[in-house]
């Protein structure tokens, strides 16, 4: 139900008012409170915090018009207006439309004009209320998805082991403020080393809580000393437990020995490392297989274990390097990964993800596809290299 202030000193606009009062009772919906001076208007402006709209006259000695609301000082209504005038100057009704009038009306007032002059202004005004609602729920929801993502990539690791013969550098992209690849590396004991690359079924807010959830869970379970196989079982098991409906993630998780330079891990559904070697070819890391976890309890998982030497380089990605798409639908392809990372083998992790990253980026610039990209890379350094 509006409520309409009326500030003017004819008697007239408050007669079409009284007269509509009296045919069935549709005044009912409205309310009306009066102000004959600036005065009573800026009393009542100042006081009641109801008004929905308010008609005022522009062409009266006693009332200021438009430049009335000027004179509210720290009063704040937002309220629409409506120019009320007993002449037909376009100049005046212009001015007052500059000034914030919504609409206006030309006395001697016609009962239907009124009303539907208030109803057609009321309703504008609330739908203008209701899309600024919208607009600031809609500012804060992002501001919220913003820390969130920023939160999101500080709790991956940016510094990683590079003393001795070892080098190691990961990144991720996400496709958009939150994403569901991670990756991770953490110290198990002295010289054992836990590595994990993971990617959650679906992209956003969903992917992005159950990545960190995930990852929490692997980092738990890998520190009470479980093999990776294990870990990964007891990881799916867990997530199985929490029974979140269509939600799974591919891990690839190995513990790096780096006395023996062993690298012992498991697979759960993720796209096979490629391992390089100073001689330049490439191989996938086969064996260690298992599926995608979170999709039914009790599985197992298989564990592999593969030698590294002076020189190799190891390369983890997610699917979103691989299936990365141009405009013809082409993927990148594990090929072009395998002859990127042949080409590079010599720089360092550091600087290979990044030349990996510019590929995928200059393959997929016009192509439909975009998902997270994440790469983690090991490199044994060259004896020649070594400290």
Same mark, same amino acid.
Not at 82 to 110: C, H, M, Q, W, Y
């Given at each position: 139900?509006?409520?309409?202030?009326?500030?003017?000193? #004819?008697?007239?606009?408050?007669?079409?008012?009284?007269?509509?009062?009296?045919?069935?009772?549709?005044?009912?919906?409205?309310?009306?409170?009066?102000?004959?001076? #600036?005065?009573?208007?800026? $009393?009542?402006?100042?006081?009641?915090?109801?008004?929905?709209?308010?008609?005022?006259?522009?062409?009266?000695? $006693?009332?200021?018009?438009?430049?009335?609301?000027?004179?509210?000082?720290? +009063?704040?209504?937002?309220?629409?207006?409506?120019?009320?005038?007993?002449?037909?100057?376009?100049?005046?009704?212009?001015?007052?439309?500059?000034?914030?009038?919504?609409?206006?009306?030309?006395?001697?007032?016609?009962?239907?004009?009124?009303? !539907?002059?208030? #109803?057609?202004?009321?309703?504008?005004?609330?739908?203008?209320?209701?899309?600024?609602?919208?607009?600031?729920?809609?500012?804060?929801?992002?501001?919220?998805?913003?820390?969130?993502?920023?939160?999101?990539?500080?709790?991956?690791?940016?510094?990683?082991?590079?003393?001795?013969?070892?080098?190691?550098?990961?990144?991720?992209?996400?496709? !958009?403020?939150?994403?569901?690849?991670? &990756?991770? +590396?953490?110290?198990?004991?002295?010289?054992?080393?836990?590595?994990?690359?993971?990617?959650?079924?679906?992209?956003?807010?969903?992917?992005?809580?159950?990545?960190?959830?995930?990852?929490?869970?692997?980092?738990?379970?890998?520190?009470?000393?479980?093999?990776?196989?294990?870990?990964?079982? $007891?990881?799916?098991?867990?997530?199985?437990?929490?029974?979140?409906?269509?939600?799974?993630?591919?891990?690839?998780?190995?513990?790096?020995?780096?006395?023996?330079?062993?690298?012992? &891990?498991?697979?759960?559904?993720?796209?096979?490392?490629?391992? !390089?070697?100073?001689?330049?070819?490439?191989?996938?890391?086969?064996?260690?297989?298992? +599926?995608?976890?979170?999709?039914?309890?009790?599985?197992?998982?298989?564990?592999?274990?593969? !030698? /590294?030497?002076?020189?190799?380089?190891?390369?983890?990605?997610?699917?979103?390097?691989?299936?990365?798409?141009?405009?013809?639908?082409?993927?990148?392809?594990?090929?072009?990964?395998?002859?990127?990372?042949?080409?590079?083998?010599?720089?360092?992790?550091?600087?290979?993800?990044?030349? /990996?990253?510019?590929?995928?980026?200059?393959?997929?610039?016009?192509?439909?596809?975009?998902?997270? +990209?994440?790469? /983690?890379?090991?490199?044994?350094?060259?004896?020649?290299?070594?400290?």
């Amino acid at each position: 139900m509006p409520k309409t202030l009326v500030v003017d000193d #004819d008697p007239r606009t408050a007669e079409a008012v009284c007269d509509r009062a009296g045919v069935d009772g549709e005044v009912a919906d409205h309310r009306f409170v009066y102000a004959a001076t #600036d005065t009573e208007a800026l $009393r009542i402006m100042a006081d009641d915090a109801d008004l929905d709209v308010a008609m005022v006259a522009i062409d009266s000695d $006693r009332i200021g018009g438009m430049g009335l609301f000027r004179r509210l000082g720290s +009063v704040r209504l937002r309220i629409p207006r409506i120019a009320l005038t007993a002449g037909r100057d376009l100049s005046g009704i212009r001015r007052a439309i500059n000034e914030g009038a919504a609409d206006f009306l030309v006395k001697p007032i016609l009962a239907e004009d009124l009303w !539907a002059t208030i #109803d057609r202004v009321h309703r504008a005004t609330q739908e203008r209320r209701r899309v600024w609602r919208t607009e600031a729920e809609l500012a804060a929801l992002r501001r919220e998805v913003d820390i969130a993502g920023e939160i999101q990539r500080r709790i991956l690791p940016t510094r990683f082991p590079c003393d001795g013969d070892l080098e190691m550098f990961a990144r991720t992209v996400p496709a !958009a403020e939150m994403g569901g690849d991670f &990756y991770d +590396v953490f110290e198990l004991a002295p010289g054992r080393l836990g590595l994990a690359i993971a990617d959650v079924s679906g992209k956003g807010v969903p992917a992005a809580f159950f990545m960190a959830v995930a990852r929490t869970l692997i980092r738990a379970t890998a520190g009470d000393g479980a093999a990776p196989a294990q870990c990964l079982a $007891r990881v799916n098991d867990l997530l199985c437990g929490h029974n979140i409906p269509g939600m799974f993630v591919s891990v690839f998780y190995g513990v790096l020995d780096t006395a023996a330079w062993r690298l012992t &891990y498991s697979n759960g559904g993720h796209p096979p490392p490629l391992l !390089a070697d100073r001689g330049g070819s490439v191989r996938p890391l086969l064996g260690g297989h298992g +599926v995608v976890l979170g999709v039914r309890a009790g599985l197992p998982y298989a564990e592999a274990t593969v !030698a /590294l030497a002076p020189g190799d380089v190891l390369c983890c990605v997610t699917d979103g390097v691989t299936e990365a798409s141009d405009n013809e639908r082409e993927q990148f392809s594990e090929d072009r990964l395998a002859d990127c990372l042949a080409a590079n083998r010599e720089q360092s992790p550091e600087t290979l993800a990044a030349t /990996l990253f510019a590929a995928v980026e200059a393959f997929a610039r016009d192509g439909p596809h975009r998902d997270d +990209v994440t790469r /983690l890379m090991l490199k044994r350094r060259p004896a020649a290299e070594g400290p």
